[in-house]
C-alpha cells in the first residue's frame, strides 16, 4: 500500500537559518508525483512544489526546493534563508500517476521560525 | 486566481444533528473532494466526486454523504453528527487530466464542533 512518513511532528528554527523537513514514502507504482502544501494557521492549504517520479533534477520553486533521492525513497524540502512567514503546517502527499484523483498525505510538519 | 470557497470557517453543531458543509469552486474543475484533517494523522479522503450527480467514497465515508447537483458546488452531509466528527473540514477542487503535477486547490477549511 502507498504510505507517507513524515518523522518530525515539529520543528523550530531560527529565522535565516535553512531548513529541511523529511518525507519518505513507500509505493510499487514507478510513476508517481510528490507534492508538499504549506497550511499557515489561517487554515488554508497552500501548494508549494511538485517533483515527479521520472524528472531527471530537483524540483526549485523560488526559496523551496524539493532534495528527491529516489533510490532512498524521500523527498525532502528544502527552505533556504527561512523567513517568520514560514511558520506553518507542511504536509508532504503523494499521487499514483494512474489515478486521478487520490492524494495520499503525510501527518505534517509544524514549523516554527524563530525571531 | 482559483478560488474554493466554504461556507463557514467555524461550526459548532449538537449530536443528532444534521450538518451540511458547502463547498464551492469557482474554476469549472470537473474534480472535488472532501478530507478531514485531525492532529498526526494528516489529511484522510472522504469523498470524492468527478462529475456532476457522480461521487465515490474515500478512506473514511462512514457517518457522511455527498451531493452534487451543480459543477460548482459539493456538499458534505454529517447524517447525525457525533463528537467524533469533531474535526477540521477542507475542501478540495482539481481539473481533469492535466501533467500530473496539476495540483489540487484548497478552500479555507471549516472547523466543526460537534458537542
Known amino acids: 500500500a502507498q504510505k507517507i512518513t513524515q518523522t518530525q511532528p515539529g520543528m523550530f528554527v531560527q529565522e535565516k537559518e535553512a531548513v529541511t523537513l523529511d518525507c519518505t514514502y513507500d509505493?510499487?507504482?514507478?510513476?508517481?508525483?510528490l507534492f508538499w502544501y504549506k497550511q499557515p494557521s489561517s487554515g488554508e492549504m497552500i501548494f508549494l512544489i511538485y517533483?515527479?517520479?521520472?524528472d531527471q533534477q530537483n524540483a526549485t520553486e523560488g526559496r523551496y526546493s524539493l532534495n528527491f533521492q529516489k533510490a532512498r525513497k524521500s523527498a525532502n524540502l528544502v527552505i533556504s534563508a527561512s523567513q517568520l512567514g514560514d511558520s506553518a503546517m507542511y504536509f508532504c502527499?503523494?499521487?499514483?500517476?494512474?489515478?486521478?484523483?487520490?492524494?495520499?498525505w503525510g501527518a505534517g510538519t509544524k514549523l516554527i521560525i524563530k525571531p | 486566481d482559483v478560488k474554493v470557497t466554504q461556507s463557514s470557517r467555524y461550526l459548532v453543531k449538537r449530536t443528532g444533528e444534521k450538518v451540511f458543509l458547502e463547498c464551492v469552486q469557482d474554476?469549472?474543475?470537473?474534480?472535488m473532494f472532501w478530507y478531514r484533517q485531525d492532529p498526526g494523522l494528516g489529511l484522510r479522503l472522504i469523498y470524492f466526486?468527478?462529475?456532476?450527480?457522480?461521487?465515490e467514497k474515500g478512506d473514511i465515508p462512514e457517518g457522511y454523504s455527498v451531493s452534487r447537483e451543480k459543477k460548482e458546488r459539493f456538499s458534505l452531509i454529517l447524517e447525525s453528527a457525533s463528537t467524533n466528527q469533531t474535526s477540521m473540514y477542507l475542501c478540495?477542487?482539481?481539473?481533469?487530466?492535466?501533467?500530473?503535477?496539476?495540483?489540487?486547490?484548497f478552500g479555507q477549511g471549516t472547523r466543526l464542533t460537534v458537542v
Open positions: 502527499a503523494m499521487r499514483d500517476l494512474h489515478s486521478n484523483y487520490q492524494l495520499i
Open positions: 478540495a477542487s482539481r481539473i481533469t487530466g492535466g501533467a500530473g503535477n496539476t495540483e489540487a486547490f
Open positions: 509505493t510499487s507504482d514507478p510513476s508517481y508525483g
Open positions: 474554476m469549472d474543475h470537473e474534480n
Open positions: 466526486s468527478y462529475d456532476v450527480k457522480m461521487k
Open positions: 517533483q515527479g517520479s521520472y
